[in-house]
């Protein structure tokens, strides 16, 4: 899309498809520095194994005036909510950590990084969820709970507790008959 975008005639782009591991590795196999005006790390930190040493390593190739993007589910969401109440129960696998963006503050505190953080609120329609069968409504459990066919293979009283959970404040918000999952952002910007 971007090549066919015809405004960005004078903009070069190099797409490298690896892992924040796998860029770092690559870098150091090269034996490259380079230092970036802007890296943002857009849902990224729920895939990486070693949190704090990623936003060092990324932190350390920002120029002087440049900026680091972090961009996680809020700490004020359902999504935390979700992760604190039932993430022991839910099979976590390698590829994925619950992280927030509350969890933060004391990583980059502890790292002595200058940071802000903002709150992005967002809204989730997760009504389906609740319809006996629906296929988007399953759909959406898998990924609300980040296992494959949630709905078949739950234990049922964990099912009905974490649809219990979805309902409550918490996590979600009753309008217009619609139940709203709360899906707000937590946008971190480190400074150099």
Not at 39 to 49: A, E, G, N, S
Request: aromatic share 10%.
């Amino acid at each position: 899309h971007v090549a066919q975008t015809s405004n960005l005639g004078n903009v070069k782009f190099t797409w490298h498809n690896e892992t924040a591991y796998e860029y770092e590795s690559r870098m150091n196999a090269e034996k490259k520095s380079k230092k970036w005006d802007f890296i943002h790390m857009i849902q990224v930190l729920y895939y990486v194994k070693d949190i704090p040493a990623t936003i060092r390593y990324f932190h350390s190739l920002l120029e002087s005036q440049a900026k680091l993007l972090i961009i996680l589910v809020s700490g004020n969401s359902g999504w935390e909510t979700l992760w604190k109440k039932y993430g022991s129960s839910l099979p976590l696998n390698d590829l994925c950590s619950y992280i927030s963006s509350g969890d933060l503050p004391r990583i980059l505190d502890s790292a002595g990084l200058k940071y802000q953080l903002y709150e992005l609120p967002s809204h989730m329609d997760i009504t389906s969820c609740f319809i006996e069968g629906d296929k988007d409504g399953e759909l959406l459990l898998d990924f609300l709970t980040e296992t494959r066919e949630f709905s078949k293979t739950a234990p049922p009283e964990l099912k009905q507790q974490v649809l219990e959970e979805l309902r409550k404040p918490g996590c979600s918000e009753n309008r217009d008959g619609k139940v709203l999952f709360n899906n707000n952002l937590g946008v971190i910007v480190i400074e150099p």
